[in-house]
């Protein structure tokens, strides 16, 4: 008796989630079926464990996701990453952040505004998924304008594919 | 000699028929070779009327810049005065005055003369353009005026020389408008055609990118982050006034429908990045393409009726041609890991875009029928954003061969890059204007 009632209240709460996140479940879909032979199959659908609490001293705006080039799909670390933001997310329910995507400067600065659009999305469809409500995230494309690495490198390049969490 | 066989026929053929001849019958220089050789020609400095040290001063920048200006199209070979059998304070300037046998002996296949007078702050100035193998004046055109405007006097004799020669308008009625990021923010500049006068147009203390003209160039359209998010302005450049389309995501890359007050940019406020046709206020009147993933940088065939953008939908950014009659969408390039930033040439035959090689960025021309990719740069590292100039002879773009990213400008086949001017900063997103303003 007492399951069934916990089974509806959970009903009851995901419907409602449903309707407030409607919006954002399309592009979360978009974003599952974009034409994207990445190594990271898992996906937003996989549905992911939610992590109950984040670790120790965790902060979202301290803890960037990062990219593969030219991809704006979340690579298994990146949704490891997320789904401690979310925990946190929780936690700090009076706490709304921007998705900043960016994209490294090889590519031409119009697309690369355009993916830096893709993988802030991506960061926050996976959020949506996860319960977090849409209204508490919002999104911005900076693009290849606002690298945090200047060399020449791999290396560099991986640290500006990124989405940075600046809490609002 | 066979040109030289053309020229004359040519020449004689203006002569007998008259000026009522369309363009393209007189074209001396056919602009849709690749390898034209260039004609010689010899612009000696100018016969002064009083030959006061003013008059001496300002003549001699005349003629300098005339010069400049005609070295700018890249169809001609210069030659240098030194080796000119001519005293322009000795020698007479007109038909009956000029000795041709001392200009071909040095190789003048072209001549232009000026006689100038200073009067105050008025000037007069006499410029003809001769033939000198058949010893004949193809142009003569006196000009008054203040000398403020002397820039605008000797640009107004290069157009007719360009038209006569090549039955095109030339470029000294464009401008360019960049991005420059010397105030610490990237804000857009517009300089003349060949650098001269470059001014800031926005103030905005925020990322702005993506010039686009209006045909009449009244009106340009940017991206500026301004007000937080990349939001698309539309700019009456007269008027200072401005409209704004601010929806969430992303509102970039606008480019104006030839001869409209309509313009495509792309909007991710769906949550996928299409690309849109808006009023000229920002209004939106439809979607122009459907497909998920990234659809940006639209540019407009001349005539309006098809539009080149870049595209993943097969996976990596490649160009695709949408035919908007028919909703046809055809994919353009195929060779490259990467190619963006197409530019339709306003001759309708190339589209010009940036591939990505490696590390670097190199510019390529290909016919909008995706036959002949040609590769126009080579230097290292990265050469973006080509754009053409009007009559489609020349191509702008950014390159960072030098260090910092600055503009140059090339032929449409290449040849000739320069560099078009050093501001403080780092300059990209040239855009070229249609002729219209004087420059």
């Known amino acids: 008796m007492q399951k069934k009632t916990w089974l509806l209240i959970a009903l009851l709460l995901v419907i409602v989630g449903l309707l407030f996140t409607v919006g954002c479940q399309k592009k979360a879909v978009s974003q599952a079926k974009a034409p994207a032979p990445a190594p990271a199959p898992a996906e937003q659908k996989a549905a992911p464990k939610p992590v109950a609490k984040p670790p120790a001293g965790w902060n979202i705006s301290q803890n960037n996701i990062y990219f593969e080039f030219d991809r704006s799909t979340l690579t298994p670390m990146a949704q490891d990453t997320l789904m401690r933001h979310a925990a946190w997310l929780r936690e700090n329910s009076n706490a709304t952040a921007t998705i900043e995507g960016h994209a490294d400067e090889r590519g031409t600065n119009e697309y ?57 | 000699m066979r040109r030289r066989i053309t020229l004359y026929i040519l020449i004689m053929s203006v002569i007998l028929l008259g000026p009522s ?17 260039k004609i010689p020609l010899a612009v000696p400095e100018f016969k002064n ?70 009067d105050g702050d ?10 000198t193998f058949k010893a004949r004046r ?24 360009i038209k006569y020669l090549t039955g095109s308008e030339g470029v ?37 990118l993506f010039p686009a003209w209006s045909s009449d160039s009244k009106w340009l359209a940017f991206t500026s982050y301004k007000a937080g998010n990349p939001d698309l302005f539309i700019r009456n450049l007269a008027a200072a006034r401005e409209s704004k389309v601010s929806k969430q995501g992303i509102n970039i890359t606008p480019a ?32 122009l393409t459907k497909s998920r993933g990234i659809d940006v940088t639209p540019t407009w065939s001349p005539d309006g009726k098809k539009i080149a953008f870049v595209s993943n939908r097969s996976g990596s950014a490649q160009i695709y041609i949408k035919d908007l009659a028919t909703g046809r969408v055809n994919r353009l390039t195929y060779e490259g890991q990467k190619n963006t930033q197409p530019s339709w040439s306003p001759r309708g035959d190339k589209i010009a875009y940036t591939s990505q090689m490696g590390g670097e960025h190199h510019i390529f021309t290909i016919g909008t029928d995706g036959q002949n990719p040609v590769q126009l740069t080579y230097e290292p590292r990265d050469n973006e954003s080509p754009s053409w100039s009007p009559d489609g002879s020349l191509i702008a773009f950014s390159s960072d061969r030098e260090g910092p990213n600055r503009i140059y400008v090339m032929t449409a086949f290449g040849t000739d890059q320069r560099r078009l001017l050093v501001l403080a900063g780092e300059q990209t997103n040239p855009k070229w204007s249609m002729n219209h303003q004087n420059n």
């Not at chain 2, 007050?261 to 909007?267: D, I, K």
């Open chain 2, 172 to 208: 000294f009625g464009s401008k360019i408008a960049f991005v420059s990021n010397g105030t610490g923010n990237k804000e857009i500049y517009i300089s003349a055609f060949d650098g001269y006068n470059p001014r800031r147009l926005t103030t905005n203390n925020a990322i702005t």
């Open chain 2, 256 to 287: 104006w429908a030839p001869g409209k007050f309509e313009l495509a940019a792309t909007l991710s406020f769906s949550g996928d990045q299409e690309i849109y046709l808006l009023t000229g206020s920002g209004k939106i009147i439809k979607r």
């Open chain 2, 21 to 37: 001849l369309s363009a393209a019958e007189y074209d001396v220089i056919d602009i849709t070779k690749p390898f034209l050789r």
């Open chain 2, 138 to 161: 193809v142009l003569g055109k006196k000009y008054t005026g203040k000398l403020a405007n002397q820039r605008n006097i000797i640009l107004r004799f290069c157009t007719e020389v």
């Open chain 2, 49 to 118: 009327a009083s030959g006061s040290g003013a008059e001496k001063q300002s003549s001699y920048k005349a003629a300098e810049f005339l010069s400049d200006s005609l070295d700018f199209t890249g169809y001609f070979k210069l030659l240098d005065r030194g080796a000119f059998l001519f005293d322009p304070e000795a020698s007479g300037v007109t038909l009956t005055d000029l000795n041709f046998p001392n200009w071909t002996v040095v190789g003048a296949e072209l001549l232009v003369t000026g006689y100038y007078r200073l």
């Open chain 1, 112 to 168: 690369n505004l355009a993916l830096g659009d893709r993988r802030a999305d991506s960061a926050k469809a996976f959020l949506v998924d996860l319960g977090i409500a849409a209204s508490r995230l919002t999104t911005i494309s900076y693009g290849e304008e606002r690298p945090l690495c200047m060399d020449q490198t791999e290396e560099c390049w991986a640290k500006n594919r990124r989405g940075h969490f600046a809490l609002n």
């Open chain 2, 122 to 131: 008025n000037i007069a100035i006499e410029l003809r353009l001769f033939d």
